[in-house]
Nanobody, 112 residues
Framework: QVRVVEAGGGLVQPGGSLNVACTAS????????MSWYRQSPGTEREWVAE????????NYADDVKGRFTISRDNGKNIATLQLNNLNPESTGVYYC?????WGQGTQVTVSA
C-alpha cells in the first residue's frame, strides 16, 4: 500500500523558518524523484522543488531559490523541505509527490 504523509506545517511570522517533511512508503523511494508543490489560496497548485533519488539533481522554482532547501534520507524514506526567510506569499498547502503519488498536504501560514 502506498503512503505519502506530510508533516511540519504551521504558523510563522514573516522572515521566519519552517521545516516540512514527507514520509513515503509502498514504492521504490530511493529510485524516485521526490517533489514539493504549493497551493496558495485561490491559485493552482504549483511546483516548488524536486530532488533525484541520489540527491545529485536538485531544482527549485525561481521564487524560492536561495530560501528553500530540499533534501532526502533514503534510509528513512523521508524527503524534507527547509523553508527560510518566509514571506506571506509562501502561505499555502504544501504537498509532497513521489512518482504519481501525492500526500494530503500540510498547511503553512506566514502572517504577522
Amino acid at each position: 500500500q502506498v503512503r505519502v504523509v506530510e508533516a511540519g506545517g504551521g504558523l510563522v511570522q514573516p522572515g521566519g523558518s519552517l521545516n516540512v517533511a514527507c514520509t513515503a512508503s509502498g514504492f521504490p523511494f530511493s529510485l524516485s524523484y521526490m517533489s514539493w508543490y504549493r497551493q496558495s489560496p485561490g491559485t493552482e497548485r504549483e511546483w516548488v522543488a524536486e530532488i533525484s533519488g541520489t540527491s545529485v539533481f536538485i531544482n527549485y522554482a525561481d521564487d524560492v531559490k536561495g530560501r528553500f532547501t530540499i533534501s532526502r534520507d533514503n534510509g528513512k524514506n523521508i524527503a524534507t523541505l527547509q523553508l527560510n526567510n518566509l514571506n506571506p506569499e509562501s502561505t499555502g498547502v504544501y504537498y509532497c509527490r513521489g512518482q504519481n503519488y501525492w500526500g494530503q498536504g500540510t498547511q503553512v501560514t506566514v502572517s504577522a
